[in-house]
């Protein structure tokens, strides 16, 4: 007895049971554990910061934005998006599990998609505690509103989303997608600043950056990497890094729809 | 139901199907064949996880892959063990169902259904990472049917099954050719097989060896001859009778005491036909026949060993 299954793009229940079961995936304990150290990593560090300074030289800006702008932009960020983003694929693959999401009738996209979001929004909870947490310990909860905090809830999401999307598009293209994301994340993404020219154009933290922007990162002792990115006088206009961020994360996600509709995804040790 | 047309597939250098072309109709197949031989490239094929490399595959009139039309209809399970280990049974097939275009009420009642036939109602709400491997078996299952599919694909379902799990299992398969939908096997375990069909499609070294009714096979293996086994109470007198049939081959009689001979012949056909006579006329008491080689295992033995 063929079922009545309506299509479209109206959200189905299937999508909900699929989103679920992506989400209670990804909130796996050793996956969380791994999660929890990376976010509280940043907090740990301001908390000692705090500890070990006087009251009159601590200076919170400072301690925020080197924490939430250096470490929970610039790594936690990162690595969650390529861990969470290419296991949306690889690890269904990994586990076997794939076929039975490829031989139901909900389209390839909208598996992906369900999938997909239960990544956005794992990781998106994982930076904003982050984040928020780091804030207090900077700030405390009086003067948290002085932080760049809102701004960075705001941005955080959507560098989410552009990481996210690249590594899922990685993910549905190519093979160990998650050693060629992590080259991508910690090497391409943080050496291209420092290249002269227009080369940062082509980073996606570059935008982050200008989208929100940690000033007193700049003022803080410099290092080498630090002194060669101030001589790059190459700077983005907010507008364009609007414009990109916001033009990548469609291009990324509709490609790897695309792929993952055409591409095949049996498991490889049952292919004879 | 499913046809394939000269379908190739090739992974890289190696061959995994190499030009078959076959129909699987309505009522049960078996998918038989070495390890190696193709039955999963086949299967995946089927189901549309793969794409043929040259020929073609259609599924109910349609290509197969990433065809929400042709999953609709269908029914997999596969041989793979990979689960959701965190997820219970009942939630995981749950899932699957929802996924299956079933909602709301006939949703839970499906899935209830479904657990119920496959046995697993008591156990459906432990969690999957605590199953034995019968359990998972049966989940796998229940995940096949539980959108009551025209077209069932089964790899190696019996496996991990104890033997009164793979009876009912079996009677559950029979159940669905008897409706008239069309269930596909892979197995490895050809006595089970063999009580479900006797239509079967062997695959070996990526070809396909036969096709059709198994019986119907054995009388076309010309270089074997038939053996038939006959239990009388007179074993020298009948193969002294026997030995006047042009269509005996060879003769032998048991010596363990057990008064039966054993004979071949090239010609079933003539030696079935004149048997009665020759045994009404010698007045033999013929207690028991066989014939041990018209069976799946031979044809598939005689078929891919020589």
């Given amino acids: 007895m063929a079922l009545r299954h309506a299509n479209g793009s109206k959200p189905q229940m299937s999508d909900l049971y699929l989103f679920r079961a992506s989400l209670r995936d990804m909130l796996r304990p050793r996956r969380v554990a791994a999660a929890v150290l990376l976010a509280t990593l940043p907090v740990a560090l301001a908390i000692a910061w705090r500890s070990t300074t006087p009251g009159a030289a601590f200076n919170p800006g400072l301690v925020y934005n080197i924490m939430a702008g250096g470490i929970v932009f610039g790594f936690t960020l990162v690595i969650l998006a390529v861990l969470f983003a290419t296991g949306v694929v690889s690890q269904e693959v990994e586990q076997k599990t794939i076929v039975y999401l490829l031989t139901r009738p909900v389209s390839r996209a909208r598996v992906l998609l369900a999938r997909f979001a239960a990544a956005a929004v794992t990781v998106t909870a994982i930076v904003w505690v982050s984040c928020v947490l780091v804030a207090l310990v900077a700030y405390g909860p009086a003067d948290i509103a002085q932080s760049r905090l809102a701004r960075d809830l705001l941005v955080l999401p959507i560098g989410v989303l552009a990481y996210g999307s690249v590594f899922l598009l990685a993910a549905t293209i190519i093979p160990k997608p998650l050693i060629y994301g992590l080259l991508f994340a910690f090497g391409w993404e943080s050496w291209v600043a420092m290249i002269p020219g227009s080369f940062q154009r082509m980073s996606i933290m570059a935008y982050l950056r200008v989208l929100a922007p940690h000033p007193q990162m700049a003022t803080s002792e410099r290092g080498p990497a630090e002194m060669l990115q101030a001589l790059n006088p190459e700077t983005i206009a907010v507008h364009t890094a609007w414009l990109v961020i916001a033009a990548l994360i469609p291009v990324a996600l509709g490609l790897a729809l695309l792929a993952f509709s055409v591409r095949e995804y049996a498991p490889k040790d049952d292919a004879e | ?306």
């Fill in chain 2, 1 to 306: 139901m499913i046809e394939l047309t000269n379908a190739s597939r090739w992974y890289g250098q190696v061959i995994g199907l190499n030009d078959v072309t076959c129909t699987v109709p309505a009522g049960i197949t078996a998918l038989l064949g070495p390890n190696g031989a193709g039955k999963s490239t086949l299967i995946k094929l089927v189901t549309g996880q793969l794409k043929p490399t040259t020929g073609q595959v259609k599924v109910l009139g349609q290509t197969p892959f990433a065809n929400g039309r042709v999953y609709r209809r269908m029914g997999y399970c596969p041989e793979t063990d990979g689960f959701y280990e965190d997820m219970t049974g009942r939630e995981f097939v749950t899932m699957l169902a929802a996924m299956a275009g079933l909602r709301g009420e006939e949703l839970a009642k499906r899935v209830a259904e479904a657990l119920h036939i496959v046995g697993m109602e008591q156990s459906a709400d432990r969690k999957l990472g605590g199953y034995s491997k019968g359990m998972r078996q049966r989940i796998k299952v229940a995940q096949a049917i539980v959108h009551s599919p025209d077209l069932l694909i089964l790899d190696e379902p019996l496996n991990g099954l104890d033997p009164v799990g793979r009876h009912e299992m079996s009677e559950l398969f029979r159940q669905f050719g008897r409706q008239g939908k069309c269930v596909l096997i892979s197995s490895h375990i050809l006595y089970e097989v063999e009580q479900m069909t006797s239509n079967i499609l062997l695959l070996y070294r990526g070809r396909l060896l036969a096709q059709g009714d198994v019986y119907q096979i054995r009388a076309l293996i010309d270089r074997h001859p038939h053996r038939v086994a006959i239990r009388t109470d007179n074993p020298r007198g009948l193969a002294m009778a026997l030995l006047a049939l042009p269509c005996v081959l060879s003769l032998r009689i048991s010596e363990n005491g057990t008064k039966q001979l054993e004979l071949e012949t090239r010609d079933p056909e003539a030696f079935y036909s004149q048997l009665p006579d020759l045994v009404l006329a010698g007045g033999f008491h013929v207690t028991g026949f066989e014939s041990p080689d018209n069976n799946l295992e031979s044809v598939f033995r005689y078929l891919t060993q020589g």
